[in-house]
């Protein structure tokens, strides 16, 4: 057996995460590519486009739904590969990196004919073998022509790609604006990296019922131990960490996130400018919400009712798992009048939610 998939099993047993044949697949698929890549390596240097070109293995490209444990995967395989240079971006700060790089070069061009994002591509390809993508989602027709462009760039130079995403590269930027513009593009990861789909029985509407837990907890004593627990048994084994999401050209810090499980203080999501369509976004990263401290509200924080109404409204739709904490019971929770209509169905959809977990 593999380091890999040694390691994965370790986790299974010491972390507890539930042991999963889906995974286990997309390791194998990881562990040879990985070995093809340490291949090319260690064979003959020069020149590198007569021998080790035809010799690389092609990319892998894993994608399943939210908490399949994609980002797990990419450590593991990133961990374990050694003697072989590697780069890994979340995909949304690659971009970011793109764009200030091509505006950079474009500002600077002076003589310089050559195109910013062949410049961009064999600065790159002179630091790594192997890019790495997080979370590879397309949503923007500049992001998507620019993207295609230099990746044309890297594979004439032999980049190898290893990519996760929540979608098939069919699927991406559907029905977006332009898309017949970029389909070939789309085509074309599928003919360049192994297309993988990570599905898997990981039912998280079960796993939140076993916790038999309430969705909506008072403050007491045992409170955040409670919401612990849930986070624990729901993120399986998932490292902790605070993650970003791109909300029309700006960020949103999700400061506690594990394996599809966000949780937060009440005023990070319902006490900052946010919408319906961010509410949304935030969907597409999770499969729980969880929500810490939600305050006695009043006609003063008429705002942050509004929020957390439209917030559960898109949980609801979406039907995300859901649980929090609050300082009064959840009726005597909203003490104004102008939202109390709209407060009530809250309650009803939040009775609805949980007893579909019970």
């Known amino acids: 057996m593999t380091a890999l998939l040694t390691h994965y099993l370790t986790l299974c047993k010491e972390q507890h995460i539930h042991k999963d044949e889906a995974q286990i697949e997309a390791l194998k698929k990881l562990d040879i590519l990985s070995q093809g890549l340490l291949n090319s390596t260690l064979s003959p240097s020069f020149p590198f486009s007569l021998w080790t070109k035809k010799h690389l293995p092609r990319g892998l490209y894993i994608y399943g739904g939210v908490g399949r444990g994609k980002s797990m995967l990419m450590d593991l395989f990133y961990e374990h590969l050694k003697k072989v240079q590697k780069q890994r971006y979340h995909f949304h700060e690659f971009m970011l990196m793109i764009h200030t790089e091509v505006k950079h070069l474009t500002d600077t061009k002076g003589k310089n004919t050559e195109h910013p994002l062949e410049s961009i591509a064999k600065k790159l390809a002179s630091q790594t073998r192997v890019i790495c993508f997080d979370e590879f989602h397309i949503n923007d027709i500049t992001d998507a022509m620019l993207l295609s462009r230099l990746m044309g760039f890297l594979w004439k130079k032999g980049i190898v790609l290893v990519a996760t995403s929540n979608f098939p590269p069919d699927e991406l930027y559907k029905d977006g604006y332009q898309r017949n513009l970029i389909i070939p593009f789309f085509k074309e990861i599928s003919e360049k990296l192994e297309v993988y789909n990570l599905n898997g029985t990981q039912d998280y509407r079960r796993l939140f019922k076993a916790e038999k837990e309430r969705y ?16 624990d048994h729901l993120r399986q084994g998932s490292p902790v960490i605070s993650k970003n999401l791109t909300l029309k050209k ?109």
């Not at 909506?216 to 986070?231: G, H, M, V, W």
């Not at 942050?304 to 898109?314: A, G, H, N």
Request: glycine content about 6%; hydrophobic content about 40%.
């Open 216 to 231: 909506f907890l008072t403050s007491d004593p045992e409170c955040n131990k409670r919401l612990q627990a849930i986070f």
């Open 250 to 358: 700006r960020n949103w810090l999700i400061s506690k996130y594990a394996g599809g499980v966000a949780w937060f203080q009440f005023d990070e999501i319902c006490g900052q400018a946010l919408g319906a369509s961010d509410y949304l976004e935030l969907t597409r990263h999770v499969h729980t919400v969880l929500v810490s401290g939600i305050p006695e509200l009043t006609e003063e924080s008429l705002d942050r009712v509004k929020r957390l109404i439209t917030l559960i409204d898109v949980l609801y739709d979406r039907e995300i798992n859901f649980a929090a904490s609050g300082a009064k019971p959840l009726p005597k929770l909203y003490i104004g009048q102008k939202e109390n209509d709209l407060f009530e169905r809250t309650s009803s959809r939040l009775i609805s939610m949980t007893s579909s977990f019970q």
